[in-house]
């Protein structure tokens, strides 16, 4: 969870109905009921169980309760922290901030030639490429071979908004839909990416927290945070610094940590850089982060006392070196802490843990940790 999000997140809890609860209203009428009676008649009432009166009451009470739990829901959708759905957008929609819609998922195409020609070989716009005619991508502008070359690369768009078109391996998109003369072959060279859902709920909140910063045209750190997440919302951790003054270098992740690819770093940098989203002083470059490698090499034992768990154990430990991972490489400029995995082994169950790496390593501000190896060995039992 972001800093934004568990911000919002530990906002205190409120109620517009006093934290009213079924059984309070269930008493309440009850109470008056019997306090009216003897207002009237003079005389006490107690309604057992199976009292008519008293089970129309409870039915009431019901309505009632339902009632309020609308009127209460009615309020906190005014509030970040309540606020989904349609609810969450009207409430953005006062700082200016929309739902980001899916976007489509993007790859350079290579066309190529069977050899030189003395004319320009055009390729249309919309021109599909497809892997195995179930998702096709189309080039976006119109591209053409010049004489005497043999190849030129076209950025194409996948037909499909969504995370549908991510993730074609290199050379995966390779049948020309619409045949083109004298193309021999067509071929993706970088996996395609960049294609995102519509925004969730927990995104599009941490934009509207951070919206504020957006109207200022002064710069500050979370208003070119904002600005990018605003441009893709998968992406993760960003890092704003000024390395000299008027420059402003941007470095971020993906939201699982990954390292972004040219193209999203290319369409990120395009956003950022329109005039009306930075000062016109500033220089703004985007990057990738450093990456700092580190591998995961451990020894772990379990309590002879837990020998009956020992499965269930393992399955803990596994889940929680994965946790450390994601934890260790969702952040930019995080330590690499080994601490916090031998705290995540022990709370899964182990008894001792023998770790030979990582080491503790202090990081660049604008740099990453990254795994390359995990080799994990389960030592057996011991005594406690």
């Known amino acids: 969870m972001s800093k934004v999000l568990d911000t919002i997140d530990k906002l205190p809890d409120i109620s517009f109905i006093d934290g009213l609860t079924l059984q309070d209203i269930q008493s309440q009428l009850l109470n008056y009921f019997m306090d009216k009676y003897t207002e009237i008649t003079g005389k006490h009432i107690q309604l057992s169980k199976s009292d008519p009166n008293r089970i129309i009451l409870l039915g009431c009470a019901q309505i009632i309760y339902q009632g309020l739990q609308n009127i209460d829901k009615a309020g906190k959708m005014n509030f970040l922290k309540y606020a ?209 490698e580190y591998s995961i090499k451990l020894l772990y034992y379990i309590n002879n006392s837990d020998r009956n768990m020992v499965s269930a154990i393992q399955a803990q430990v596994e889940i929680a070196i994965n946790n450390y991972k994601l934890w260790q490489e969702t952040k930019i400029g995080r330590d690499i802490n080994p601490n916090k995995l031998i705290e995540g082994i022990m709370d899964a169950g182990a008894k001792r843990v023998q770790i030979d790496t990582p080491i503790y390593c202090v990081i660049g501000e604008t740099s990453k940790a990254q795994c390359i190896e995990i080799d994990v060995k389960y030592g057996g039992l011991e005594d406690d």
């Open 84 to 292: 989904y759905d349609d609810y969450l957008e009207h409430m953005a929609a006062m700082k200016k901030v929309t739902r980001n819609p899916a976007k489509y998922a993007r790859v350079p195409i290579k066309f190529t030639l069977s050899g030189p020609r003395e004319a320009v070989t055009s390729i249309p716009a919309g021109t599909r490429v497809t892997a195995a005619y179930e998702i096709y991508f189309a080039t976006i502008e119109y591209a053409e071979i010049p004489i005497g070359e043999t190849e030129i690369i076209v950025m194409a768009e996948c037909t499909e908004a969504g995370t549908i078109g991510n993730d074609y391996m290199i050379g995966e998109l390779s049948t020309l839909v619409e045949p083109i003369g004298f193309i021999a072959n067509v071929r993706n060279i970088e996996p395609s990416t960049g294609g995102t859902e519509q925004e969730d709920d927990q995104t599009m909140a941490e934009r509207v927290f951070l919206a504020p910063s957006s109207f200022s045209t002064a710069g500050p750190d979370d208003a070119y945070e904002y600005w990018v997440k605003a441009s893709n919302p998968e992406i993760g951790d960003v890092k704003i610094t000024s390395p000299t003054p008027g420059v402003v270098d941007i470095r971020f992740i993906m939201s699982d940590g990954t390292i972004p690819n040219d193209t999203i770093i290319a369409t990120t940098q395009e956003y950022v850089n329109q005039r009306s989203k930075r000062p016109l002083t500033d220089y703004v470059q985007v990057d990738k982060p450093m990456v700092e």
